[in-house]
């Protein structure tokens, strides 16, 4: 089973749409977790951290619920520049390397 | 301010060759990473330096590979006896500390290895 699971898409949406992907770890003790966007042929960069209370950046909303290990990203009022992949990223105690999971493709239409 | 830059952007190279692949982070960083992808798949941890020596190396795969960072700022890894399966983009990333797990990662651009 991998570390960091996440639905590879990818995900059609209409511009405006709400689209929301998920993500499963397996470490219960993961301690740190973020979603990553990736664009194509580029480098990840951090999109934003997931805190158990929940958190909003924007049209951007992330959960965690640490009793299912299961991580998600909300995009509201989709725009075309949301095309991207999103890489789901958790820390394991005691380190500071990145796990990502696969990433989900978003291909948002016009 | 400059970001993370690597070299080169692309290396093509032949089965059985040695390989080195070069970091240079954000000025001021004293945690280094380097990653590789493989496409299709989320980057993949291979060695995390902070400072000069290497905290965790569990991530590399075997003992071709091999990665250093004398003065605690430029990184070079090194791959010996290059194999097709090491064919993937090598990601180097910085960050401001490795003390904090919440310290962003900023990644470079990456380089993009082929081996023939």
């Known amino acids: 089973r991998k570390e960091v699971e996440q639905d590879p898409g990818p995900f059609n949406v209409p511009e405006g749409a709400t689209v929301a992907f998920n993500c499963t770890y397996s470490?219960?003790?993961?301690?740190?977790f973020f979603w990553y966007r990736q664009d194509c042929r580029k480098e990840p960069k951090l999109l934003m951290s997931?805190?158990?209370s929940g958190n909003e950046d924007g049209r951007f909303t992330a959960q965690l619920n640490r009793a299912s290990q299961y991580i998600s990203l909300l995009i509201r009022d989709s725009k075309l520049s949301d095309s991207a992949t999103y890489l789901c990223v958790v820390i394991h105690p005691g380190r500071r390397a990145l796990t990502f999971g696969s990433g989900t493709r978003l291909q948002v239409q016009p | 301010g400059a970001g993370v830059s690597q070299t080169p952007s692309n290396k093509v190279t032949e089965k059985g060759k040695y390989v080195e692949l070069r970091c240079d982070p954000i000025?001021?960083?004293?945690?280094l990473y380097w990653y590789r992808q493989s496409l299709g798949q989320g980057p993949e941890f291979l060695i995390y330096?902070?400072?000069?020596?290497?905290?965790?190396d569990s991530g590399l795969p075997n003992d071709r590979f091999f990665a250093v960072r004398p003065e605690g700022s430029v990184s070079t890894l090194k791959i010996q006896r290059t194999e097709r399966g090491d064919s993937a983009v090598y990601l180097c990333?910085?960050?401001?500390?490795?003390?904090?797990?919440?310290?962003?990662?900023?990644f470079g651009p990456g380089t993009r290895l082929t081996v023939l």
């Open positions: 997931v805190y158990s």
């Open positions: 470490n219960s003790a993961s301690q740190s």
């Open positions: 000025s001021g960083h004293t945690a």
């Open positions: 330096f902070q400072g000069t020596g290497a905290a965790d």
């Open positions: 990333a910085s960050s401001l500390t490795g003390a904090n797990s919440y310290n962003e990662q900023f």
